[in-house]
């Protein structure tokens, strides 16, 4: 379902499942490299928009950043136009992909673990619901990321993370020790938490806690893909924040049709 795209100025991942839409997942052979290059690679002269992502659950319109001219703070762009370019930058977190095979909308999302206990995936397919969209008709793509068994975490973090796909509330129970949080996620997906030496500890797949959120929407597996590559293990075609301890970051795009 994945598959790597060569050109003279480096790689980027495709997915199968948004083959009716450019787009790609880039990897870290693009440093450097304008969007607009990027935007190119992918074929199109669209205007590439972004926002200032300040790992939060806003989203915004593509109409917005065209009016404004500036860098809305924002963590998911929704088209509201044929021939837009949505780009997001990640490291570690979750770039997520959204496209309308009925209607040609699209929508690009940095999920951290903030913007996902704040449910921005949710936020942005409710955003496009309200254009227009089914959720019959959506087709969710989730990039490049660090995954689970890299990805440790505090207490609080897991509970607020757990607190949307579970009915455990997001505030630390001390009569609930990790174990009992460790139990009420696997139930649901065993990749998506995993134990740690520390008690006060676990690691979470904060991709699959968004593919639990889509499902607990009313998606069907069919309309999501997750990447098997690991950012934080993959240090070829991946920066890692976790790993070098360094703002770096590679782009995920898509166009509207």
């Known amino acids: 379902m994945w598959h790597w795209q060569t050109t003279e100025l480096g790689v980027f991942l495709t997915c199968d499942l948004l083959s009716d839409f450019r787009h790609g997942f880039f990897s870290r052979t693009w440093q450097g490299q304008p969007l ?12 590439s928009l972004r926002t200032q992502q300040v790992h939060g659950n806003r989203v915004v319109l593509a ?7 500036t860098r809305l703070e924002a963590d998911a762009l929704v088209t509201t136009a044929a021939d837009q370019a949505l780009w997001v930058c990640s490291a570690d977190c979750v770039p997520l992909l959204i496209a309308d095979q009925t209607t040609g909308r699209v929508a690009a999302i940095h999920a951290g673990w903030r913007g996902t206990a704040a449910e921005i995936t949710k936020k942005t397919i409710a955003q496009m619901q309200a254009l227009g969209s089914e959720l019959a008709s959506l087709r969710v793509v989730l990039g490049p990321a660090i995954q689970g ?3 440790q975490v505090g207490l609080p973090v897991a509970y607020a993370l757990a607190a949307t796909v579970t009915d455990v509330t997001d505030q630390v129970d001390a009569a609930m020790v990790s174990t009992d949080l460790y139990q009420s996620l696997a139930r649901l997906d065993p990749a998506v938490v995993f134990t740690d030496a520390d008690p006060q500890r676990l690691r979470i797949d904060v991709a699959r ?18 990447c098997p590559y690991c950012t934080y293990e993959d240090a070829t075609y991946f920066f890692s924040y976790r790993r070098e301890r360094l703002k770096q970051v590679q782009w995920s795009g898509i166009v509207s049709q």
């Open 36 to 47: 607009e290059c990027l935007t190119a690679a992918l074929g199109s002269t669209a205007p």
């Open 63 to 69: 109409a917005e950043v065209l009016a404004t001219q």
């Open 209 to 226: 806690v968004n593919r639990l959120q889509l499902l607990q929407l009313g998606l069907q597996e069919d309309q999501i893909a997750l």
């Open 149 to 151: 068994k890299r990805y």
